[in-house]
């Protein structure tokens, strides 16, 4: 990572209120790993120095705006990861919580292994599969303290696919763009569906680039209906309570 690098990502780590001195070198060797990989397999659109350490990094670290995941010894899904996005930078951060990044398409995961292994993440466990699966095996459902999900799908399918995932209590934090209203109002009426709701919508502008962005949480208040997760991929063509796409 260049010293320009290294300024980009120090200053927006500094917006969201979060110092990352000690972590700049792991950051870096991060940068290497993807750039490299990415040479040889598609993993990210992603390519130059500026656009992975705001768009990937930084914009990743925004996750921790609102502490939605302090606590030790979380356990933390981050479904539909893609390269390890946000559980990689996230894992740089915090030691003590554990993550489990998932997504269907097995080089991506591959990657995310490699990395984890090359950083000595030992607290990040890789898995190739899907939500709707997890969701109705009994050794994950109702086994996670948090669901993260960065810019992967609507609201009502977020819903859907994170909360029979989580304990009662727990929370999905889901990072978005801008949000209409009329995704937001499906996504309260999906998540009522399947045992929760929304607390918090939180608008802000992404460090440096001043990107909108938006982080929503949806709490876990009770048991999901068995009915929930619908099989692999109905949540996405049919949507709770949403016919947008």
Request: hydrophobic share 40%.
């Amino acid at each position: 990572m260049t010293p320009e690098g290294e300024a980009l990502l120090r200053q927006g780590a500094a917006e969201l209120g979060l110092n990352v001195d000690a972590q700049v070198p792991a950051f870096a060797a991060l940068l290497d790993l993807l750039v490299e990989a990415n040479s040889r397999v598609n993993l990210t659109a992603l390519k130059t120095e500026s656009d992975i350490v705001l768009k990937h990094f930084v914009d990743s670290l925004s996750c921790l705006r609102g502490g939605h995941l302090d606590g030790e010894g979380l356990r933390v899904l981050d479904i539909g990861t893609g390269a390890g996005f946000p559980s990689l930078p996230l894992a740089i951060m915090n030691s003590q919580t554990d993550f489990t990044p998932l997504d269907s398409i097995r080089k991506k995961i591959d990657f995310v292994r490699a990395a984890s292994a090359s950083l000595n993440l030992t607290n990040v466990s890789p898995q190739v599969g899907r939500a709707e699966t997890l969701g109705r095996d009994a050794d994950y459902r109702e086994g996670y303290d948090r669901v993260v999900c960065r810019a992967v799908a609507a609201l009502p399918i977020l819903a859907e696919l994170g909360l029979p995932l989580l304990k009662t209590g727990g929370r999905l934090v889901a990072q978005k763009g801008p949000i209409s209203e009329d995704e937001l109002r499906a996504g309260r009426r999906a998540a009522g569906e399947v045992g929760g709701r929304v607390t918090v919508v939180d608008a802000f502008t992404l460090p440096v680039l001043g990107d909108a962005r938006t982080l929503v949480v949806i709490e876990k208040t009770g048991p999901t209906p068995a009915k929930y997760p619908r099989r692999e991929g109905v949540p996405n063509q049919q949507p709770l309570f949403w016919t947008a796409r």
